[in-house]
């Protein structure tokens, strides 16, 4: 039986129809196929890219500008007095008849001209012409996928732009479904980058962006009149792999966060290439701790970087003939820590803001014994998967004023504290099983998906909820006409796998990562008792020998669990020893505590030993053994 096992929640993402009732059913907010006028271009028409002199360019921000989000955006004017989860005003009916006018939009082309590679500094130099080979040789998806890893990094920035400048508004990127990437037909080719030595690709990206006039004027003000063009520097690392193995926590941005929210899988979620390395605090960069380095001299070091700009034209306006139903944003307020007639709100210490009450739940399929508790959420927009005109780009929505906009999702990525569920007592077979992993939002109705219910003085009248806080207070919901089916796109199921011991960093790499620091492909090494299990504090000496006529392997040394009863496959960042072996050799480390183990036991101290190919390819293994 496998203990304290917990399965961590992978890019669950809430979907939530926020409208009045109306005669058509809602959709959830999603792109959809757009019929334009006879004006109109084709998506991802984009026209070559000007001379410096005919481009519209944006200052670069200096080291010293705040790294995002450093404050809460400003409210509307008049918000409301208590909190309340009202929904704006949606469309009028007349505006959702097929028949009537329908609303104008606008289309913005987006362009990258980037390269992107694959690192070679960690292969040792014997080898590195074999592997720069095999990277070369790699085929065009490959490739296609490293590119869509290091065009997400643009997501923090620029979905929360309005913290990186002043007077403007957000200008995420188009859904990954509507990205054209082109690869260089010449190839790869291997490259020195601020003396790291590469293999590179470089690469052309074009999409298209589709929303309202209005918002666009907002997010860019130069981009308000058609044909204006308007460019942002950016900068990648070369590499956009194990970013966090190889350059720490300098580019990453807690800002808005709770503490502890990033891990080396997650990472590229909070890449910043502005943050300081003494930019701390709980609207600075670092809030977990605070740097070693700024990010781009962190990228310079260990990475190499990538100088390119983000480019957006405004192609033109058009009329729409396909409408968008449910186009409303979901809106909540002001979050108040004080709210003691309803209570809707409440203060999480582990993420360090305020909730609002009962959003969501985790479960196992099938599983009612482990379904996690009922959980509250800082609401707010956070990615744009909507790429259409009723989508605003831009919404005021943080943790400080909550609130879904049109087109866009509150989505909650996996390494925030409290997002798992406790399988511990999952009964899992050595061969491993498969469960479906779900979240369930809204299913208390807290947020009305519908019609609010009002007093005769247009008040919103609220009513128990039977659930009540600590203290006993009611906590109370408004209440709601529902549409109907209005909680048809609210539950998610995936499948994953649960393998009886182990973790990702035992688990095939799915990105085709290769190298010492890759938290991937690693297999745990049989020890006797005698050498696993050691005095804490005391030296611990192990022999390494490579099987006969092995490539290069990777050690990595971990904790050992009382609780599991066996190794904590480790991730690179949390290893006790991380050692590439070339040769024969004798390794040494400081005995550490049995995890969780009981005060009373009689062995307090060990480790677990686990190893790769440096290079994935290769196969061959490690002979470890004790010599204390």
Same mark, same amino acid.
């Not at 999702?409 to 390494?415: K, T």
């Given at each position: ?109 987006? !362009? ?38 290091? #065009?997400? #990094?643009?997501?923090?920035? &620029? ?17 990954? /479904? ?26 052309? %990206? ?76 709980? &609207? ?15 990228? !310079? &070091? ?10 957006? /034209? ?27 007639? @309803?209570?809707?709100?409440?203060? @999480? ?14 479960? #196992? $399929? ?34 400080? %004023? ?14 925030? *504290? ?31 998906? +519908? ?6 003085? +247009? ?5 128990? !909820? ?14 709601? *006409? ?21 973790? %990702? ?32 504090? /005391?030296?611990? *000496? ?16 971990? /904790? ?38 009981? $005060? *009373?036991?009689?062995?307090?101290? +060990? %480790? ?21």
């Amino acid at each position: 039986m496998n203990k304290l096992f917990l399965l961590s929640l992978f890019g669950v993402t809430l979907l939530l129809s926020a409208c009045q009732r109306q005669e058509e059913e809602p959709a959830p907010p999603t792109a959809v196929p757009i019929s334009a006028t006879d004006t109109a271009v084709p998506l991802l028409t984009i026209t070559p890219s000007p001379t410096a002199s005919e481009a519209t360019v944006a200052p670069q921000p200096t080291k010293t500008s705040p790294p995002p989000p450093k404050s809460s955006p400003t409210p509307p004017p008049t918000p409301t007095a208590a909190p309340t989860a009202v929904s704006a005003a949606a469309p009028s009916p007349q505006s959702l008849n097929p028949s009537s006018p329908p609303p104008p939009g606008a289309l913005i082309a987006v !362009s990258i001209e980037s390269s992107v590679g694959v690192l070679l500094d960690e292969f040792p130099e014997e080898m590195r012409d074999r592997v720069a080979e095999a990277i070369i040789a790699q085929p065009e998806d490959v490739w296609l996928a490293r590119t869509q890893r290091q #065009l997400r #990094l643009t997501k923090n920035r &620029l979905n929360f732009r309005n913290f990186v400048y002043e007077d403007k508004g957000q200008l995420p990127l188009p859904p990954p /479904e509507l990205w054209d990437i082109q690869l260089d037909t010449a190839g790869p080719r291997r490259e020195t980058v601020q003396g790291h030595d590469l293999v590179l690709l470089d690469y052309s %990206f074009t999409s298209a962006l589709l929303t309202d006039p209005e918002s666009i004027a907002q997010a860019e003000p130069v981009l308000a009149k058609e044909g204006a063009v308007w460019q942002e520097f950016f900068a990648f690392p070369a590499d956009p792999d194990m970013l966090l193995q190889r350059t720490d926590n300098a580019c990453v941005n807690e800002a808005g966060f709770p503490p502890n929210s990033f891990d080396s899988e997650n990472v590229w979620h909070f890449y910043n290439f502005e943050c300081t390395a003494d930019s701390g605090g709980a &609207l600075g960069c670092h809030r977990t701790q605070l740097a070693t380095f700024d990010c781009r001299e962190a990228l !310079s &070091l260990f990475v190499g970087v990538i100088e390119t700009d983000v480019r957006w /034209e405004r192609l033109l306006q058009f009329d729409a003939t396909v409408h968008n139903v449910g186009g409303a944003a979901l809106h909540i307020g002001p979050a108040k820590a004080e709210d003691p007639e @309803n209570n809707v709100f409440d203060y @999480n210490a582990c993420h360090d803001h305020l909730h609002y009450s009962n959003y969501g739940e985790f479960f #196992l $399929a099938n599983q009612a014994e482990l379904t996690g508790s009922k959980q509250a959420f800082c609401v707010q927009s956070t990615t744009r998967p909507g790429n259409n005109e009723w989508s605003p780009l831009t919404h005021p929505y943080s943790c400080t %004023f909550q609130g879904v906009q049109a087109g866009w999702a509150d989505e909650y990525v996996a390494g925030l *504290d409290a997002q798992w569920v406790d399988i511990t007592d999952l009964d899992v077979p050595p061969d491993g099983r498969t469960v479906g992993l779900g979240f369930t939002s809204n299913g208390d109705k807290f947020m009305c998906e +519908g019609t609010l219910i009002t007093d005769e003085n +247009g008040e919103v009248v609220w009513e128990p !909820s039977g659930f009540v806080t600590e203290e006993g207070e009611s906590i109370n919901r408004p209440q709601c *006409d529902f549409i109907e089916n209005w909680d048809v796109n609210n539950e998610d199921v995936r499948d994953v796998f649960v393998p009886q011991t182990g973790s %990702f960093v035992t688990a095939a790499c799915a990105n085709d990562e290769s190298g010492p620091k890759r938290n991937c492909g690693f297999t745990e090494l049989e020890l006797t008792a005698n050498d696993r299990f050691c005095e804490p504090g /005391e030296n611990v *000496d192990l022999s390494v020998a490579l099987s006969q006529q092995a490539a290069p392997q990777v050690l990595r040394v971990c /904790e050992w669990s009382a609780a599991l009863g066996t190794g904590v496959a480790c991730v690179f960042e949390d290893a006790l020893l991380n050692r590439t072996i070339v040769a024969d050799t004798a390794v040494s480390f400081a005995c550490p505590s049995i995890r969780d183990a009981a $005060a *009373d036991a009689e062995i307090t101290g +060990g %480790f677990a030993v686990y190893a790769a190919p440096l290079w994935p390819e290769d196969g061959g293994q490690l002979l470890v053994s004790g010599n204390q």
